[in-house]
């Protein structure tokens, strides 16, 4: 054998030539008989290599003392040692010439500081020889398209046949893979490969993306993400695949990160590294999903029907009672269903009567005798209406079960429009899901599924319109200020850079005495809004550092006394300053802040503020800078978006002088680069002529 002059390409780990099993065994209850047995039941393609050196024979195959003693180098090394024994089995399959090693020896990186301090010695081994790994601490692969089975998960010894097809999935849970082997086992999903990446030590999550982005077999490709080693690269890849005609689903865990509380900042709880990367896969087209058993029952639903050519479901269904439920909760999820056309409706006045062409249609509301032909002629209806752009059917325990299923079925082979099939059946329909298998029609078995597939069908619908395929152009007049100031910024140092990137902030004059107030004020006008400036304090009005609505010389001289003495109560010894600020009328009250999330940039927050931010969290998120339109769609996507609007007949406000400010002030966390932390205005207060920072603050690096 001869030392490797280049890596293994990842197309040739996917679908390995040969495979060498290090640590074989004949138990089934050991890691390396496991996936011999599991290797050899599936029947796998290529060339397989058991290596024991306490053995001459294992099932039937020659076993070799050693992989130096293979008569060619392996694609793959299938690694399951004790760690003690790691580095030197790692070395020796360098020294062969092995492709890559998939690792599922555990209690490395992710055990402790030892673990991680091996795991970094056996990747530096493995590099000094142009050799890959997978793992460790992982659950290995599984390619139908080669008949690999290639892990130690015993839901393989479940499937008689491993499910062929154009879904992959990619995890960086080794048991999850299994899991959801099972779920595309039992729906039907076929599969065109499985990677259990583990600890992501060489080999990570966006190496096998990219691999299968370019499989010819994969249509799909479904993710279970923990964390990204590499956002840029991840964004790259997913415009990659959507222009490739490939759809990405996701699942990430750490969901409530984004709810950590983090006094000195609203901003920074509101955009932790599950919100930066919701974002991340809104502006590449990725389809996130909150479960992983739906995920990979949409994927297959995605694989193997037409996109969808409307937004609007035609749903027919077998239970007056299920109908009304499943209306209720489309409604609340704002998921389209078609309003059928006239031609339609006149279709189903043969059977049904005006008031019962529902949508969800009642296959029991019809009138007259009970024949099939009933049913048959209101799926067709419903499917041939042209606003229909997916028929679903609801299948529970009814009437003419197999003929109507054979009709479903043939409905959906015409190919014309997605169809989606639920068999709420149970065991009752036992046969009926064998069918649904045999025919290849992707069906789920609860309405909860349901309502996952059509978000994802709508999602897959809108992606093209919320990508992000070109970065904003700077507006020409906004230079890149030089900003010196650094740690936390007072509200007088904040708004210097608002009005330094074309922000509009009230008149304001900073004072140490209140003669030098009474003598701003008259000059301001009032009424007048006067502000404690204190370092470090955040939340002023929770301090008694605020007063609002001052209207004269002697209610001045009050709150200067009173902020004073909240001064000196909340912080000790600091210098006497408070604002004297120009007061703005009212209008709605947003909260516009940047933070930086490692890995993802800079990132901009937009909602409802004033005191209601923590209260409300309506909230939307995009990556920085964003142009005066994506703002707009922001704004658009708030519950708060009827206030800015023009709600119950009020004028509008000035939204485009909001979208022009926020969208300028988003370039602030692009200029900055490392050195943000976080910076908020709140309230951004939107009134019927302008739009205003009232108050900022930040941290700086």
């Known amino acids: ?113 030892e673990g991680a301090a091996l795991e970094a010695r056996i990747v530096a081994l493995a590099r000094a020889h142009n050799m890959r790994l997978i793992g460790p601490n992982c659950m290995g692969l599984i390619v139908p398209s080669n008949r690999m089975a290639l892990s130690s998960t015993p839901t393989l010894r479940y499937a008689e046949a491993m499910p062929q097809g154009r879904v992959a999935f990619v995890s960086q849970s080794g048991a999850m893979m299994g899991t959801l082997f099972l779920q595309a086992y039992d729906h039907g999903v076929g599969l065109s490969g499985m990677v259990s990446i583990g600890n992501q030590a060489d080999l990570e999550l966006c190496d096998f993306l990219e691999g299968f982005i370019d499989h010819a077999g994969t249509e799909v490709i479904c993710l279970y993400v923990e964390g990204l080693k590499s956002p840029a690269r991840f964004r790259d890849l997913c415009l990659r695949a959507r222009s ?82 499943l209306a209720d909760q489309l409604a609340l999820r704002a998921l389209p269903v078609t309003a059928y056309a006239e031609a339609t409706r006149a279709r189903l006045s043969a059977d049904y009567l005006p008031s019962h062409q529902n949508n969800p249609l009642d296959l029991g509301g019809h ?84 309502l996952r597939v059509l978000a994802t069908f709508r999602a897959d619908a809108e992606a093209a319109g919320v990508m992000r395929l070109r970065e904003p152009a700077r507006p020409a007049d906004l230079p890149a200020p030089a900003i010196a100031a650094t740690g936390f910024l007072t509200e007088p140092e904040a708004k210097a850079i608002l009005r330094a990137y074309g922000v509009a902030v009230p008149a304001a004059t900073l004072c140490e005495t209140v003669e030098a107030a009474v003598s701003a004020a008259a000059v301001t006008g009032y009424p007048v809004v006067l502000k404690g400036v204190v370092a470090d304090v955040v939340h002023k009005s929770d301090l008694g550092l605020v007063k609002v609505g001052i209207g004269d010389e002697a209610a001045l001289r009050r709150a200067f006394a009173e902020i004073a003495a909240a001064i000196a109560q909340a912080a000790p010894g600091a210098a006497l300053r408070i604002d004297v600020q120009q007061m703005i009328g009212a209008g709605t009250e947003l909260i516009v802040g940047l933070s930086r999330e490692e890995g993802y940039g800079p990132q901009l927050v937009l909602g409802a503020g004033g005191i209601h931010v923590e209260l409300l969290k309506d909230v939307a998120q995009r990556r920085a800078p964003v142009s005066p339109a994506e703002v707009r769609s922001m704004l658009e996507g708030l519950r708060i978006w009827p206030l800015l609007d023009g709600a119950r007949g009020q004028a509008p406000l000035a939204v485009d002088a909001a979208c022009e400010a926020i969208a300028r002030l988003s370039w602030l966390g692009a200029d900055l680069g490392e050195r943000l932390t976080d910076f908020e205005v709140n309230p951004f207060r939107v009134t019927e002529d302008g739009a205003y920072a009232l108050d900022g603050r930040g941290t700086l690096a």
């Open 1 to 113: 054998m001869t030392k490797r002059t280049a890596p293994i390409s990842i197309d040739r780990i996917i679908e390995p030539h040969s495979v060498a099993l290090i640590g074989a065994s004949e138990d089934y209850r050991k890691f390396g008989g496991r996936i011999l047995h599991h290797l050899l039941e599936h029947g796998y393609e290529g060339r397989v290599f058991p290596i024991n050196p306490k053995r001459d024979e294992i099932l039937g195959l020659p076993c070799y003392a050693s992989v130096a003693d293979l008569p060619e180098a392996p694609d793959l090394a299938l690694v399951a040692v004790p760690a003690s024994a790691l580095e030197q089995t790692i070395e020796a399959c360098g020294r062969a010439g092995v492709g890559a090693c998939v690792v599922i020896t555990a209690q490395l990186g992710e055990f402790s500081a």
């Open 244 to 325: 490739a005609g490939k759809r990405i689903l996701a699942v990430k865990a750490g969901r409530t990160e984004a709810g950590s509380t983090m006094a000195r900042s609203h901003t920074s709880s509101l955009s932790g590294s599950f919100s930066a990367f919701e974002t991340l896969c809104r502006e590449t087209g990725v389809i996130l999903i909150d479960d992983p058993d739906a995920m990979i029952l949409c994927a297959g639903m995605l694989a193997r029907n037409p996109a969808a050519k409307a937004a609007g479901a035609g749903i027919v269904c077998a239970s007056g009672g299920g109908g009304a439920i």
């Open 367 to 450: 009138v007259g005798g009970l024949e099939f032909g009933i049913f048959q002629r209101a799926i067709d209806a419903i499917h041939d209406d042209p606003g229909v752009g997916i028929l679903v059917y609801v299948m529970t325990p009814q009437p003419m079960m197999p003929e109507t299923l054979e009709h479903v079925i043939t409905t959906w082979q015409r190919g014309e429009k997605p169809v989606v099939l639920v068999l709420n059946t149970s065991r009752f329909g036992a046969e009926l899901r064998e069918r649904a298998l045999a025919s290849g029609i992707p069906f789920v078995t609860r309405t909860d599924d349901l």
